[in-house]
């Protein structure tokens, strides 16, 4: 995750109050776990899902049989607390279909977890809304891909867009943080300007654009090209900035494509050194993939994998073993090479580029092209600004 408006403004809104202390230049929090195996922590609770999303990763719909019981993952939340994992963040599928959501929700705050909620939003009334504020949640995501027309049909479903929105505006209404989550594709490029403008004006405070990875019903045919992602990334550095003396309103942040925090640095370099300089400072830190490291994904079923776009590989089910015996000292060979990938990552750019060791591309779709350690088909910067003649 690359913080735009963290980097061109040494500030952020949501993230600060989900993660950071306020006045820290760089927060002690980030330096601390930069080298722990303590990882965001993604619980997928439920297959089922009211959507049929084109790009869904976990190839959500109908419920499947097998998924995690309530005691189960009260268990599961037990382990990463005691481990010392600090952000949870609930997906689905739709998580809102569990019966028990408010209960797990509830749960982890007890044990001092901070608990986002991924979600479509269609399902958040106002009387929904209030339970998730009371329950304790500190962050609602809603997905939205589009305006009204693209978004729905991207997502299945006539109506959806209206009903998504409904539920962020009742999610905000109601005294939670909320932002929206954009995966990027060529069917949807056109509408990133307009989700952010409406946004803007209903003072939603956090946009996050999701570089696709090609993972359950998405594949590279959907992606933009890399002329295209380094106009749009551009054209976010400058709406950061635009944004950045108006805090309250929206923050923007991508995921997935650690490029943009090398990008996000050779920009600030051109207008404000004393800003490229906190942002390469940042960027030690916070840049780079940490699939596999600081970042875990736990499926509906208990299977343990490096993200939560990687289900067609897993480490350990948490049924058989805890996860914290799973994730801290593993016996994968995958695990182990990925908290070490500096030592194989052998691409023709990514291997030789200067800022290897806080970037490195983003493994997973290096994988999905074909060579897990080569060259992330998604890097977008040019041989001239990464040190390659």
């Known amino acids: 995750m690359i913080g735009f408006s963290k980097m061109v403004g040494g500030e952020s809104t949501v993230s600060e109050r989900l993660t950071y202390k306020s006045g820290e230049r760089i927060p002690k929090k980030l330096v601390e776990d930069s080298k722990k195996p303590i990882p965001v922590t993604v619980l997928n609770v439920t297959s089922k899902c009211n959507l049929k999303c084109v790009h869904c990763y976990a190839d959500a719909g109908i419920g499947r049989k097998g998924e995690l019981s309530y005691a189960e993952i009260q268990n599961f939340i037990d382990d990463i607390a005691e481990m010392g994992v600090s952000v949870l963040l609930i997906s689905g599928g739709e998580p809102m279909l569990r019966d028990d959501i408010f209960d797990i929700i509830e749960y982890a705050k007890t044990k001092g977890l901070h608990v986002s909620l991924s979600t479509n939003g269609t399902l958040i009334d106002e009387e929904t809304a209030e339970k998730l504020k009371i329950s304790g949640v500190d962050y609602v995501g809603v997905s939205l891909d589009g305006l009204a027309e693209r978004n729905d049909r991207f997502r299945g479903l006539r109506g959806a867009f209206e009903r998504a929105f409904d539920g962020l505006r009742n999610a905000k209404e109601a005294g939670l943080l909320t932002g929206i989550r954009f995966t990027v594709t060529k069917y949807n490029i056109e ?199």
């Open 191 to 389: 509408d990133v300007e307009g989700i952010i403008e409406l946004l803007v004006e209903n003072e939603i405070p956090r946009f996050c654009l999701y570089h696709l990875v090609p993972s359950g019903r998405a594949d590279f045919q959907m992606d933009i090209g890399n002329r295209e992602r380094r106009e749009l990334i551009e054209w976010l550095f400058e709406k950061a900035i635009e944004l950045r003396d108006d805090r309250e309103k929206t923050e923007i942040l991508t995921v997935d494509n650690p490029a943009d925090g090398v990008f996000l640095y050779l920009k600030l370099r051109e207008i404000d050194m004393e800003l490229a300089d906190y942002a390469i400072e940042f960027l030690k830190y916070r840049g780079g993939d940490n699939t596999g490291f600081r970042i875990a994904d736990v499926d509906m079923f208990g299977n343990v994998h490096p993200n939560q776009f990687w289900f067609d590989y897993t480490a350990g089910n948490i049924r058989q073993k805890r996860f914290s015996e799973i994730w801290l000292n593993p016996d994968d060979e995958l695990l182990k090479k990925l908290r070490e990938k500096q030592k194989y990552i052998s691409g023709k750019r990514c291997g030789r580029c200067s800022f290897k060791t806080i970037c490195g591309g983003f493994r997973l779709r290096a994988f999905r092209k074909g060579d897990l350690w080569g060259d992330d088909p998604s890097c977008y910067l040019y041989d001239s600004e990464i040190g390659i003649a």
